[in-house]
């Protein structure tokens, strides 16, 4: 698995919410995964705060697990904050997740509530520049050329 998250960033949308943007299907296989990487532990990981990480973090490593934990915590609060052994831990768990992710959606697996097939959705950071767009004043049909290009990037990855 890469250490960078670009593959699920690229079928992610605007998908962000476990709870109600995901697949009964979708969750099941986060909730498995995190069951079998973590199977020693009596406690596995929670599976919505696990999908928050997956999904937000562009970089699957220590200090992009760390950063979206802290982020995580900071919204809801009376948790402490993870050790640095715990977030290791997490930096297993997560690159799994995605990995596993990624293959059941490759699959054809619908990981989606609302995706419908062969639609195209933009993540966070195109929903940014394309709303920068709109407030820079740009022509229509700059702004069709920009989704379009959007549109053949998520096709090209």
């Known amino acids: ?4 998250n670009e593959e699920f960033k690229s079928i992610q949308g605007g998908f962000s919410s476990y709870k109600n943007d995901l697949t009964v299907e979708a ?6 995964t995190i069951s079998e990487a973590m199977k020693s532990s009596n406690k596995p990981y929670s599976a919505a705060k696990v999908y928050y990480v997956v999904y937000n973090a562009s970089t699957l490593n220590f200090d992009g697990v760390k950063y979206w934990l802290q982020r995580y915590y ?10 640095d052994a715990t977030i290791r831990k997490y ?10 992710l990624v293959e059941a959606h490759t699959q054809g697996l619908k990981l989606f509530k609302t995706a419908e097939e062969g639609k195209h959705y933009m993540n966070e950071e195109q929903q940014y520049q394309f709303k920068t767009l709109i407030d ?12 379009k290009n959007m549109i053949d ?5």
């Open 27 to 32: 969750k099941r296989l986060i909730i498995s």
């Open 74 to 83: 900071a919204t809801h609060r009376g948790e402490p904050l993870p050790q």
């Open 1 to 4: 698995m890469k250490k960078n």
């Open 136 to 147: 820079e004043g740009v022509a229509t049909e700059d702004l069709m050329d920009a989704l």
């Open 91 to 100: 930096v297993t768990v997560v690159k799994k997740v995605a990995k596993v």
């Open 153 to 157: 990037k998520n096709e090209n990855q």
